[in-house]
Nanobody, 115 residues
Framework: QVQLVESGGGLVQPGGSLRLSCAAS????????MRWYRQAPGKERELVAT????????TYVGSVKGRFTISRDNAKSTMYLQMNSLKPEDTAVYYC????????WGQGTPVTVSS
């Protein structure tokens, strides 16, 4: 079955960096577009970044452009989100997502940006 396991979240000061990972299994990762979402307290889940199966094309929500970088390693069936220049408004639970007839989600990894 499809499994997505996020890791790498934590507490970081404003201006700091974190790298999130999403380990995937149970489906053809190298043939699947992947996405990162986030959900802040009291807010709806928001699409943050997408990456095509080859990794050649990526997209970002405007608020993270220039600060976040999505990438993938198909040999390791793993997707990443490098987050730099973090702001308090980036505080959220970050989720890995793949659509394979239905949406699959990981359990999420919390990111807190605070001094």
């Amino acid at each position: 079955q499809v499994q997505l396991v996020e890791s790498g979240g934590g507490l970081v000061q404003p201006g700091g960096s974190l790298r999130l990972s999403c380990a995937a299994s149970g489906f053809s990762f190298s043939n699947s577009a992947m996405r990162w979402y986030r959900q802040a307290p009291g807010k709806e889940r928001e699409l943050v970044a997408t990456i095509t199966s080859t990794g050649y094309t990526t997209t970002y929500v405007g608020s993270v452009k220039g600060r976040f970088t999505i990438s993938r390693d198909n040999a390791k069936s793993t997707m990443y989100l490098q987050m730099n220049s973090l702001k308090p408004e980036d505080t959220a639970v970050y989720y890995c997502n793949v659509f394979r007839s239905v949406n699959y989600w990981g359990q999420g990894t919390p990111v807190t940006v605070s001094s």
